[in-house]
């Protein structure tokens, strides 16, 4: 059974950092795309940037520069390490795995979600 869990999601000040990670189980995964997504209260679940099997990164305009995608296939986990943090980016985030081939960023495209992890940027 696939699973996905994430953690180190939690409270942080503006322009604090804070470091996700997605652990993965079940399959190897080391060959498909893994994203992060984030959904706000009332709001879409919106992407947040993707990594392929291989290591390219794409991410959204709104965290280009701040946020930063990684992976150890070695340890089936992603990460997610998040800088200069907003009170915008204050969301439950998601990670997610592709297994149909290339890259996406509708969440439709993704089959395997994690629960999320809360976090919480105070002003």
């Known amino acids: 059974q696939v699973q996905l869990v994430e953690s180190g999601g939690g409270l942080v000040q503006a322009g604090g950092s804070l470091r996700l990670s997605c652990a993965a189980s079940?399959?190897?995964?080391?060959?498909?795309?893994m994203a992060w997504f984030r959904q706000a209260p009332g709001k879409e679940r919106e992407f947040v940037g993707h990594?392929?099997?291989?290591?390219?990164?794409n991410y959204a305009d709104s965290v280009k520069g701040r946020f930063t995608v990684s992976r150890d296939n070695a340890e089936n986990t992603m990460y997610l390490q998040m800088n200069s943090l907003k009170p915008e980016d204050t969301a439950v985030y998601y990670c997610?795995?592709?297994?149909?081939?290339?890259?996406?960023?509708?969440?439709?495209?993704?089959?395997?979600w994690g629960q999320g992890t809360q976090v919480t940027i105070s002003s």
């Open positions: 997610a795995v592709k297994t149909s081939p290339g890259l996406g960023v509708g969440p439709a495209r993704y089959q395997y």
């Open positions: 079940g399959r190897t995964f080391s060959w498909y795309a």
């Open positions: 990594i392929s099997g291989s290591g390219s990164t």
